[in-house]
């Protein structure tokens, strides 16, 4: 295995710069003793499938995608993990030796673990309530729901957008979409899918819509707290948690796929997070 060239792997996005992914990639690899290159690409619209092809042509194994590239990676996969197919979006590519892409979505699978393993967060009997109805979120109704919550709302800027959601994932659980003037009553666990961190805003939640005891969190991250963060802290929140576990715990679930082995997220996502401190 270690003998010969690593095997190489690329997370293909735009900005892509900035990304964590190679980094956690390579600290997965360091502490198992994989044999993995990974690097990050930029890819341009209009050009990902072709980008993907010539990664593929050039020998590498698998890639990640993020955004804008998630909806184009799971058109191109030709084959789907079932939450991959229901979430209609792709983050991991796995290509296979006769040539063929598998896709996986592995996002609500790194939420849902940093939150029940890292955190001690249960799912299970509690009232949830999600917010934003976009691309993201999508990604992550279907391990939610799979972990029996009691019940789930989707509260979003656009209602319609969170009534269809509701709507297209009612299969699987007691889940009810709206806008933000519909939240109502107290929720054990409020988990921020919308974008508004990244422009360091709030999404208009009612005061006293968490329980005590109660937990926040942000599926963005940031060196300092997230404007979420700040807002679960402020309303004293048990936990308020940002989502740096859930990038660490989708690529850890992405290596598995990749290498059939699962990496120690603990120790990684402890030294992740004081390099983020540091800057
Ligand atoms: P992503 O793939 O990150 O989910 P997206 O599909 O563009 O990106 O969705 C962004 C989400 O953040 C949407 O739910 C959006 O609300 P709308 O559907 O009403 O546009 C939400 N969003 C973005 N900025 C927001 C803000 N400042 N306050 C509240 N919600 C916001």
């Known amino acids: 295995m270690s003998s010969g060239k690593p095997d190489r792997y690329a997370v293909f996005g735009n900005p892509i710069a900035h990304s964590k992914s190679p980094r956690i990639h390579a600290l997965f690899a360091a502490q198992t003793g994989e044999a993995v290159e990974y690097s990050a690409l930029l890819s341009e619209p209009g050009k990902f499938a072709q980008d993907v092809r010539k990664f593929q042509m050039a020998g590498g194994k698998g890639c990640n995608i993020t955004v804008p590239f998630k909806q184009e990676a799971w058109v191109l996969a030709d084959e789907l993990s079932d939450y991959a197919a229901r979430a209609g979006a792709v983050n991991t590519l796995a290509f296979r030796a006769d040539g063929s892409l598998y896709g996986a979505n592995t996002d609500g699978i790194g939420l849902v673990r940093d939150l029940q393993r890292n955190h001690d967060i249960r799912l299970q009997g509690k009232n949830i309530l999600l917010l934003g109805a976009g691309g993201a979120v999508r990604g992550v109704l279907q391990p939610i729901l799979e972990t029996q919550p009691e019940s789930l709302f989707i509260a979003n800027r656009t209602a319609d957008k969170a009534l269809e959601l509701a709507q297209?994932?009612?299969?699987?659980?007691?889940?009810?979409?709206?806008?933000?003037?519909?939240?109502?009553?107290?929720?054990?666990?409020?988990?921020?899918?919308?974008?508004?961190?990244?422009?360091?805003?709030?999404?208009p939640l009612p005061a006293g819509c968490l329980s005590a005891g109660g937990c926040a969190y942000d599926m963005m991250y940031s060196a300092k707290p997230t404007a979420f963060v700040e807002w679960g802290r402020a309303q004293g929140a048990a936990q308020a948690l940002d989502g740096l576990g859930m990038l660490v715990e989708q690529a850890a679930e992405a290596f598995f796929i990749w290498r059939d082995i699962r990496p120690d997220t603990q120790a990684i996502l402890k030294k992740l997070r004081e390099e983020l401190a540091v800057g």
């Open 168 to 203: 297209d994932f009612a299969e699987f659980g007691q889940v009810v979409g709206g806008g933000f003037a519909a939240v109502k009553g107290r929720f054990d666990l409020i988990i921020n899918g919308t974008a508004a961190s990244l422009q360091g805003e709030l999404p």
